[in-house]
Nanobody, 125 residues
Framework: HVQLVESGGGSVQAGGALRLSCAAS????????MGWFRQAPGKEREGVAA????????RYSDSVQGRFTISKDNKKNTLYLQMDSLKPEDTAMYYC???????????????????WGQGTQVTVS
């Protein structure tokens, strides 16, 4: 079992940047594929970016490709999401998730993950 705590959210103007962090405790981050997901009011939770156990592979949704960068420091048990060129449509609650996945195609599917953080709010105006 792994516990996840997100931080780094906030309010920013369009075109700005934020860096989210997700600290993992319990079993180490190196044991898990991890991802960032977001949910705006009235919308379903969607996968934004995900990374494999070793950090060697990443996936991004089309809406953030080229603007967001996911990374993982297994020694610090921390997941990051660098968000650049933010847009108002990026406004949402952002969640970190972790799971031991072996199928590449499951990385961005919220239903693939059982371990979730509490979320951090990102507001772009």
């Amino acid at each position: 079992h792994v516990q996840l705590v997100e931080s780094g959210g906030g309010s920013v103007q369009a075109g700005g940047a934020l860096r989210l962090s997700c600290a993992a405790s319990g079993y180490g981050a190196s044991r898990y594929c991890m991802g960032w997901f977001r949910q705006a009011p009235g919308k379903e939770r969607e996968g934004v970016a995900a990374i494999t156990m070793t950090g060697g592979g990443t996936r991004y949704s089309d809406s953030v490709q080229g603007r967001f960068t996911i990374s993982k420091d297994n020694k610090k048990n921390t997941l990051y999401l660098q968000m650049d060129s933010l847009k108002p449509e990026d406004t949402a609650m952002y969640y970190c998730a972790a799971e031991r996945l072996t199928n590449w195609y499951l990385l961005l599917k919220p239903t693939s993950y059982k371990n979730w953080g509490q979320g951090t709010q990102v507001t772009v105006s």
